[in-house]
């Protein structure tokens, strides 16, 4: 009941227009991707409303980070603010590199299906079929489970030991070797729980399907071909901001990322205007097929199962959430989104697409604290560009 409810809803915030638009890429077949033009970035501010918003954030220290807002590929506004590092003495520039979290796994998720589209595997394979040895409890496990997180893998930061082993490397096949330790918390699609630990065995198949690394994967089957330079996995070989924490000494530096741990659950770093042509790409129907597609933007959440008890009910795509977010704010707004958030070593991320009016908005931070400031922000761009009142606050949960 659940899920037909809010696919019903969704598509009909949506106005169907995602569907529409990809409906021109052929079903059989993935696009190319293909890099558009990209001149270097500049300073736009064609949203008043929303630079005043930013402008007046009351946030401790005050906002630190960068705002994209496109509608189609027109850029409406592109400005950061803040530092990038205090420590370097370094001023946010519109080419920083911020460390994008859990907005990595959207990537994940559209290599397994262009792989699938490719014939090279199926979502609907075991996990067993590309993961050797494999536990017994994982027979029923398919990859669709892991990336709709309803497979019962317990998510990495559930597990005890958990301080440890975020500040200590793991390679790909540690990390499938930790999760083999522990039982299913539930059968396979009967509930939808996030699991960083899923998105992990789904780069470790994505290895073992096409005999590469993961992430060299990406770079050359994505991010080369979009002429996204400015993003790549978070190895500690090229610079980005400093994320930050407001602790109680202030201002502190979280230098250690350790994004082994996060391998293919939140291990990118990404500029914004590289997170525009991404979006732009994905739902442009520049990357998947037609079928694919809407693989990735349908709720697969288990009937009467919203999510975790006191989260808001949203669908769960693949690494991607469709939820009417306008509806969060006081005064709320029709504008179904599809979104990802990200929180890692300092850092948030929120990328949100508004498929009925074609609006794109990236907001990322270096400052862990600012997560209401990036959904505020978000929010209050896609209302502007809609021609909505601009929301006050978040409704109250």
Known sequence: ??????????????????????????????????????????????????????????????????????????????????????????????????????????????????????????????????????????????????????????????????????????????????????????????????????YNLAGAILEAATGRDYHEWLRAEFFEPLGMDGTGFDDGSVQTAMGYAWLAGGRTPQPESNASIVYASGGLYSTADDLLAWTRALHGGRLLSGESYRLMITPHNPPDDAGPPGRPPRGWGYGLYMADLGARMEPGFLAGQIYHTGSWAGFRALVTYHPAQDVTVVALSNYYHQRDALFMATQWAVAEVIGAPLPERIAPS
């Open 1 to 198: 009941m659940f899920r037909v409810l809010i696919s019903g809803l969704f598509l009909l915030s949506l106005g169907l227009s995602a569907c529409e638009r990809q409906g021109r890429v052929d079903e059989a077949e993935a696009a190319v991707p293909i890099a558009l033009a990209r001149a270097e970035p500049v300073v736009v501010d064609r949203l008043p409303q929303l630079s005043a918003k930013i402008d007046a954030l009351p946030v401790t220290g005050g906002f630190s980070g960068a705002v994209l807002v496109a509608r189609g590929d027109e850029v409406l506004f592109r400005k950061v603010y803040g530092t990038a590092s205090h420590e370097r003495d370094e001023a946010m520039a519109l080419d920083t590199k911020f460390r994008i979290a859990s907005v990595s796994k959207q990537f994940t998720a559209a290599a397994i299906l262009r792989l699938q589209d490719q014939g090279v595997l199926s979502v609907d394979d075991p996990v067993c079929r590309w993961i050797q040895p494999c536990p017994e409890a994982w027979a029923p496990v398919r990859i669709h489970h892991l990336l709709s997180h309803t497979s019962g893998i317990p998510d990495l930061m559930q597990r005890p030991g958990w301080g440890e082993m975020r500040r200590t490397h793991q390679t790909p096949e540690q990390l499938t070797a930790a999760s083999a330790e522990y039982r299913l918390s539930f059968a396979p699609g009967t509930r939808i729980r996030y699991s960083n630990a899923g």
